[in-house]
């Protein structure tokens, strides 16, 4: 079923509008991609829920990816890049930070303008969210390595069933961050792309 004609196109449709989005980012701000890191899986539907015990699940299997993208940026610079991806955002809709409230307390900290938005005794900032996109990255003042972005973790390549890509395959989190400075990492919401209910009908997207 993972292998179907239609299971691959909503694949391929999933993938491309995922790594539309890591692209922008390369594109539109100062960040440089440096490693993206591709997670599709299609398990089957337990006969049984595991939790809460009234039914089971209403599928053969279901089909979801995620995708992970690694950029590099100049830490001596942070506020330029900061204020790079929000001015971004305020026109590409693929980019949801911009200079609203959140985002331009965070540029003020970085320009020495402001206090930490997180509060005065917090740890240097080091995430955004928004319309299911997480930006994360190595923090700038308080060089603490056990908040460093980690490597990702490996997973089985067994297509059509499951898939794990990383491009390019010998690029590593270290290995951005030595040539740039810093790492920002991009984590996009997960994409459930296609269904096959135990009823025979199927759904894409």
């Known amino acids: 079923m993972a292998g179907s004609s239609q299971a691959v196109a909503a694949r391929q449709k999933a993938e491309k509008q995922l790594r539309k989005v890591v692209r922008e980012f390369a594109d539109r701000t100062p960040l440089a991609l440096g490693m993206v890191v591709v997670r599709d899986n299609c398990p089957t539907g337990r006969g049984e829920q595991p939790f809460f015990q009234d039914g089971s699940d209403t599928y053969k299997i279901?089909?979801?990816?995620?995708a992970t993208a690694y950029y590099g940026a100049d830490p001596r610079h942070m506020d330029d890049v900061v204020d790079g991806i929000l001015t971004a955002g305020e026109s590409?809709?693929?980019?949801?930070f911009t200079h609203d409230e959140t985002g331009s307390k965070l540029l003020a900290y970085y320009r020495?303008?402001?206090?930490n938005p997180n509060g005065p005794k917090a740890l240097d900032p080091s995430e955004v969210f928004a319309w299911g996109q997480s930006l994360t990255w190595d923090p700038v003042r308080d060089h603490d390595p056990g908040r460093l972005i980690e490597e990702p973790s490996p997973g089985k390549n067994d297509?059509?069933?499951?898939?794990?890509?990383?491009?390019?395959?010998?690029?590593?989190?270290?290995?951005?961050?030595?040539?740039?400075g810093m790492v920002f990492r991009l984590q996009?919401?997960?994409?459930?792309?296609?269904?096959?209910?135990?009823?025979?009908?199927?759904?894409?997207?």
Not at 112 to 115: A, E, V
Not at 160 to 179: C, D, I, L
Not at 193 to 201: A, D, E, L, P, T
């Open 112 to 115: 020495h303008h402001g206090p």
């Open 62 to 66: 279901k089909c979801w990816m995620t």
């Open 188 to 205: 996009l919401a997960s994409t459930d792309y296609y269904k096959v209910f135990k009823s025979g009908r199927t759904r894409t997207g």
């Open 92 to 96: 590409h809709p693929d980019i949801p």
């Open 159 to 180: 297509p059509p069933v499951q898939r794990f890509v990383r491009e390019p395959e010998s690029a590593t989190v270290a290995g951005v961050r030595k040539r740039y």
